[in-house]
């Protein structure tokens, strides 16, 4: 197969990662891809959101399949040009990704197809937003309608701070992804991430995980893209698979597809594992990233079957996939100024040293210099993968991997796990 695959990320260089390995691949091409990408296939100058460019692209390559990574490629409607053009793609139109591109959506849908969440309420001016928070006890949830990379969600912890939130979002922070807020009653429990491959009528688990969205150790600081992840999770017991499943991901996949948008890709539902149960967070139409590279370390089965599946309506004929008997962890290494504006040029040192089979380092924010030095280019610049026969094996290993690699003004949480293994008080907000 000659497969596309759009992004720039650690995510994607997990994906491309995996697909690389796959006895059918004939030819990969990455758009605009990283330097850890160009290990493993073409690459191409063309962003994630251009759509035409990217189709044009597609059909220069002869592609037999187009796999979107990031959430700027379906909002921008590359899988319905690519529908047009024939062309198989892995990743949802933008009418069924608006499940992650609008915030204000999703509530709506989920209330309306009785989906499991918290009280919520969308606003356009500050003072109905304020007024509305004045009914929740604190924390606060204030969060951006559209897509703002993970970073538009304020869990705040008093009046002020949800009110001053509000303010950002609204003043134009955000962009256009600002001009609405979503303020959502919080919800107790555990974070969760659980994912579902959909071909249109099939679906498929694929796969969960746990992140952590906190800048700093203790689950401290703003909210970022992610600063680590771990699979399995053990707070998704069969038991909570089930009822996600049953509860979330089918009403929704159901739901989208009775709304005119059949869904086909992959269905990130992050949840809240609660008392009563599973409770929605947030849909997302693309794979988690940081999770995206754990479950990537994890996977057994040939991933290239799956994608194609999806994007041709023929995930019935496929088994579930096969996964390793290991634990795997993530640990992503951020740019001096993260989440905030990062600073960028810095000389990475030691990314690229061999770390052994069960350790692979993911590009992010990386840019190869003209003389052939790695340097930073983004906020996320690298993901520290390792997988063990345990977490804790598998943790060790990453963070030796990490200790070797030399990121001028960097940063990284050193408690990544910490849930699973227990070896660490839960912070207050």
Same mark, same amino acid.
């Given at each position: 197969?000659?497969?596309?695959?759009?992004?720039?990320?650690?995510?994607?260089?997990?994906?491309?990662?995996?697909?690389?390995?796959?006895?059918?691949?004939?030819?990969?091409?990455?758009?605009?891809?990283?330097?850890?990408? +160009?290990?493993? !296939?073409?690459?191409?100058? /063309? =962003?994630? *959101?251009? #759509? $035409?460019?990217? &189709?044009?692209? @597609?059909?220069?390559?002869?592609?037999?399949?187009?796999?979107?990574?990031?959430?700027?490629?379906?909002?921008?409607?590359?899988?319905?040009?690519?529908?047009?053009?024939?062309?198989?793609?892995?990743?949802?139109?933008?009418?069924?990704?608006?499940?992650?591109?609008?915030?204000?959506?999703?509530?709506?849908?989920?209330?309306?197809?009785?989906?499991?969440?918290?009280?919520?309420?969308?606003?356009?001016?500050?003072?109905?937003?304020?007024?509305?928070?004045?009914?929740?006890?604190?924390?606060?949830?204030?969060?951006?309608?559209?897509?703002? +990379?993970?970073? !538009?969600?304020?869990?705040? /912890? =008093?009046? *002020?701070? #949800? $009110?001053?939130? &509000?303010?950002? @979002?609204?003043?134009?922070?955000?962009?256009?992804?600002?001009?609405?807020?979503?303020?959502?009653?919080?919800?107790?429990?555990?974070?969760?991430?659980?994912?579902?491959?959909?071909?249109?009528?099939?679906?498929?688990?694929?796969?969960?995980?746990?992140?952590?969205?906190?800048?700093?150790?203790?689950?401290?600081?703003?909210?970022?893209?992610?600063?680590?992840?771990?699979?399995?999770?053990?707070?998704?017991?069969?038991?909570?698979?089930?009822?996600?499943?049953?509860?979330?991901?089918?009403?929704?996949?159901?739901?989208?597809?009775?709304?005119?948008?059949?869904?086909?890709?992959?269905?990130?539902?992050?949840?809240?594992?609660?008392?009563?149960?599973?409770?929605?967070?947030?849909?997302?139409?693309?794979?988690?990233?940081?999770?995206?590279?754990?479950?990537?370390?994890?996977?057994?089965?040939?991933?290239?079957?799956?994608?194609?599946?999806?994007?041709?309506?023929?995930?019935?004929?496929?088994?579930?996939?096969?996964?390793?008997?290991?634990?795997?962890?993530?640990?992503?290494?951020?740019?001096?100024?993260?989440?905030?504006?990062?600073?960028?040029?810095?000389?990475?040192?030691?990314?690229?040293?061999?770390?052994?089979?069960?350790?692979?380092?993911?590009?992010?924010?990386?840019?190869?210099?003209?003389?052939?030095?790695?340097?930073?280019?983004?906020?996320?610049?690298?993901?520290?993968?390792?997988?063990?026969?345990?977490?804790?094996?598998?943790?060790?290993?990453?963070?030796?991997?990490?200790?070797?690699?030399?990121?001028?003004?960097?940063?990284?949480?050193?408690?990544?796990?910490?849930?699973?293994?227990?070896?660490?008080?839960?912070?207050?907000?």
């Amino acid at each position: 197969m000659k497969v596309l695959l759009v992004g720039s990320g650690g995510r994607e260089h997990a994906l491309a990662w995996k697909i690389a390995r796959s006895p059918l691949l004939k030819r990969l091409v990455c758009a605009p891809g990283n330097p850890g990408m +160009a290990m493993l !296939g073409e690459i191409r100058d /063309t =962003t994630a *959101d251009d #759509a $035409e460019g990217q &189709v044009a692209l @597609a059909r220069e390559v002869g592609a037999d399949l187009v796999v979107l990574g990031p959430e700027t490629a379906i909002a921008a409607g590359l899988a319905d040009r690519l529908s047009v053009a024939g062309i198989p793609c892995f990743g949802p139109t933008a009418g069924a990704g608006r499940l992650e591109s609008s915030k204000a959506f999703a509530k709506a849908f989920a209330q309306r197809h009785g989906i499991p969440s918290g009280r919520f309420g969308v606003f356009g001016e500050a003072g109905p937003a304020k007024a509305f928070l004045a009914g929740f006890d604190p924390p606060f949830v204030v969060k951006a309608d559209g897509l703002a +990379a993970g970073k !538009g969600v304020v869990v705040a /912890t =008093t009046l *002020d701070e #949800a $009110e001053a939130a &509000v303010d950002d @979002a609204l003043g134009g922070r955000f962009g256009a992804a600002g001009a609405r807020v979503v303020i959502e009653a919080f919800m107790e429990g555990e974070i969760a991430s659980l994912f579902a491959l959909c071909d249109g009528e099939t679906n498929l688990l694929f796969g969960g995980a746990q992140d952590h969205k906190r800048a700093y150790e203790g689950e401290r600081g703003p909210n970022t893209g992610g600063m680590g992840a771990y699979s399995p999770a053990p707070v998704l017991s069969d038991r909570t698979v089930e009822a996600a499943r049953s509860q979330l991901i089918e009403p929704a996949l159901a739901g989208i597809a009775a709304e005119g948008a059949p869904y086909r890709g992959v269905l990130f539902c992050e949840m809240m594992v609660s008392a009563e149960g599973p409770r929605l967070i947030e849909f997302n139409a693309r794979f988690g990233d940081p999770e995206c590279q754990v479950l990537m370390m994890r996977l057994n089965s040939d991933i290239l079957p799956y994608l194609s599946a999806a994007a041709t309506g023929r995930l019935a004929r496929l088994p579930a996939p096969e996964w390793r008997e290991e634990a795997a962890i993530c640990v992503v290494l951020a740019a001096e100024g993260y989440p905030g504006q990062p600073s960028t040029g810095q000389v990475i040192a030691g990314a690229e040293a061999d770390f052994g089979e069960a350790v692979t380092v993911f590009h992010a924010g990386t840019a190869r210099r003209a003389d052939g030095a790695l340097i930073v280019s983004g906020g996320r610049v690298l993901n520290v993968c390792a997988r063990g026969p345990t977490l804790a094996a598998a943790r060790d290993l990453a963070y030796r991997a990490v200790d070797h690699i030399d990121l001028p003004g960097g940063f990284h949480r050193r408690d990544i796990g910490w849930r699973a293994l227990g070896d660490r008080p839960p912070a207050r907000l």
